[in-house]
């Protein structure tokens, strides 16, 4: 097979992200319910509350914790006490410290591909705590550049594509998220492999668009030795 350039997703790719966010949103969810409110009313407002945050200060997880500072000041309304703010922050502060839970099979099949094709590890969110996860991970060294972007969009893509001359129909996107792995690398012509994951944060949910390149699917990150 011909050598071909591998951008491969990081958060719910190569390693457990969403499910631990998705564990204090469950308990986050719990306390506010005495509030009065329905769990899916208290998730929408959530996710309506982090849609704006993230348009102003990007992904991470202090602007998750600023998301969920400020759904539990508006729907407590006077009921808000500083202890759940409190409570909060201390959540939050045990997510970032969380060390990254490496997915089953991922060392070694990094290791298979590094061999025969060139990696690249395309990551969003914020740069200084996604790189801190890169290197906590030890997985570093398959790679032969780590690239951290504020959004996954085709404009990033299309950039990514220039600056590491890749020739689309030999460059591959990788990754869990259809709105910021696959669709996106599709429309520029790229090809890529959809491996989903049942955590995949709601916020990332979109139907897959197919392109003009190859769409692969597959049920675990280590089946990618079956085709490279
Ligand atoms: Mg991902």
């Not at 050598?3 to 308990?27: P, Q, Y």
């Not at 500083?82 to 990094?110: F, H, Q």
């Not at 398959?142 to 220039?162: R, S």
Request: proline share 4%; net charge neutral.
């Amino acid at each position: 097979m011909r050598r071909n350039t591998l951008l491969i997703d990081a958060d719910d790719t190569l390693w457990e992200n969403n499910v631990f966010f998705e564990k204090l949103i469950e308990d986050f969810i719990s306390l506010v319910e005495s509030c009065g409110y329905t769990r899916a009313y208290i998730r929408h407002i959530l996710n309506e509350t982090e849609r704006k945050n993230i348009r102003q200060y990007g992904y991470g997880v202090r602007c998750f914790g600023r998301s969920l500072e400020e759904t539990y000041l508006k729907l407590a309304e006077q009921m808000a006490v500083r202890e759940t703010v409190a409570t909060i922050k201390a959540r939050v502060l045990e997510l970032e410290r969380t060390p990254p839970k490496i997915m089953d099979g991922v060392p070694e099949t990094l290791a298979y591909l590094a061999e025969r094709h060139r990696l690249i590890l395309f990551s969003k969110g914020e740069a200084a705590e996604q790189a801190a996860k890169v290197e906590r991970s030890g997985l570093q060294g398959f790679f032969e550049f780590i690239e951290i972007v504020p959004e996954k969009d085709h404009e990033t893509y299309g950039k990514l594509v220039h600056k590491h001359k890749i020739v689309k129909s030999q460059g591959w996107m990788i990754g869990n998220s259809p709105r910021s792995d696959i669709n996106p690398a599709m429309k520029i012509g790229l090809n890529a492999v959809y491996i989903p994951h049942q955590d995949t944060w709601q916020l990332e949910h979109e139907p897959v668009v197919a392109g003009a390149g190859k769409l692969v699917i597959l049920p675990a990150f280590r089946e990618l030795r079956t085709h490279f």
